[in-house]
């Protein structure tokens, strides 16, 4: 007897301790529901923020107006910290080439005919009221004029006033909180003063990429450095942008080009550029 009323006993106590760990699990599962529920949330407004930015990129020009760009991006930067340290990489390649210069195929030219009018009191002659053996009048056998455009003509760009300008907009691009840089791993931006270059520069791309990191576009611009540059932006990345020269050179050697790559820092003249970023000038 006495032994079933002990194992009552602590039946009653086993089920008072399985009632107090329920009633204390209820807060923490509702806890994580309500934390999923919430990275859920933020995970939609990240997305609506995104499509914002891709549905309304003129209004993230620094081309267009760089002060409108700005506050943009510090409302998003603000708000959806995660969102802006991608977004921002997209405008940073847009504020680098907003002086590319377009590349226009030539148009093939249209055949134009001068035909003569009718001289004073000279009726105009029609096809059917000429004889078949007679030959057609002579401005219908004219060869026809083509017309050639008027050749391109590059502006004249000051390069002082190009490089400011350049970096200037990259300068003031609000920065990401929470935007993380790869050790060892750049967003280079290739430039070309030439089309001739351009093959050039994509085998450096493909070479850059196999070792990892990311080439955005080639873009021509209105000017032409003295030597081929890889110029960086943090004096931190100095070690970095010396490897990274002379593995440029060995790819441009085994694409059977001599090339010398100059490491050019230059954020002491324009501080507050952007990490993981530098810019390949080839002469």
């Known amino acids: 007897m006495v ?16 009632a107090g ?14 934390a999923f529920q919430l990275y859920r949330d933020d995970e939609k407004r990240e997305f609506d ?6 549905q309304n990129q003129r209004l993230f020009d620094p081309c267009t107006d760089p002060a409108l760009t700005n506050l943009n991006l510090r409302m998003i930067n ?34 134009t005919t001068v035909a003569r009018a009718p001289a004073k009191g000279e009726a105009a002659a029609t096809k059917a009221e000429l004889p078949r053996t007679a030959p057609l009048p002579t401005a219908a056998l004219a060869e026809p004029e083509p017309f050639a455009p008027p050749p391109a003509v590059e502006p004249t760009i000051d390069a002082g006033v190009y490089f400011r300008n350049r970096y200037g907009r990259l ?13 060892g791993r750049y967003r280079i931006l290739i430039e070309i003063g030439e089309e001739q270059d351009r093959a050039l520069a994509g085998t450096l791309a493909t070479g850059l990429r196999g070792l990892g990191h990311l080439t955005p576009g080639i873009e021509r611009t209105p000017i032409r450095v003295e030597s081929t ?24 050697a085994q694409g059977g ?12 003249d324009y501080p507050g550029l952007p990490p993981g970023v530098m810019e390949l000038w080839l002469q």
């Not at 760990?21 to 309500?34: H, M």
């Not at 390649?93 to 030539?106: G, K, L, N, Y």
């Not at 080009?257 to 230059?266: D, E, G, R």
């Open 49 to 54: 923020a995104i499509t914002f930015y891709l």
């Open 171 to 183: 300068a003031n691009l609000p920065a990401a909180r929470n935007r993380r840089v790869t050790e």
């Open 229 to 252: 540059q890889l110029r960086y932006y943090l004096e931190s990345q100095k070690a970095d942008a010396e490897r990274l020269a002379a593995e440029l050179e060995r790819m441009a």
């Open 257 to 268: 080009a001599a090339v010398n790559v100059t490491p050019t820092y230059i954020g002491r």
């Open 21 to 34: 760990a329920l009633v204390a699990l209820i807060p923490l599962v509702s806890a994580g529901l309500g």
């Open 78 to 111: 603000d708000r959806y910290p995660r969102v802006y340290a991608r977004i921002v990489e997209h405008v940073e390649d847009r504020s680098a080439q907003c002086d590319a210069m377009p590349i226009v195929a030539a148009a093939p030219a249209p055949l």
């Open 3 to 18: 032994g079933d009323r002990d194992l009552l006993a602590q039946h009653r106590r086993a089920s008072r301790f399985q």
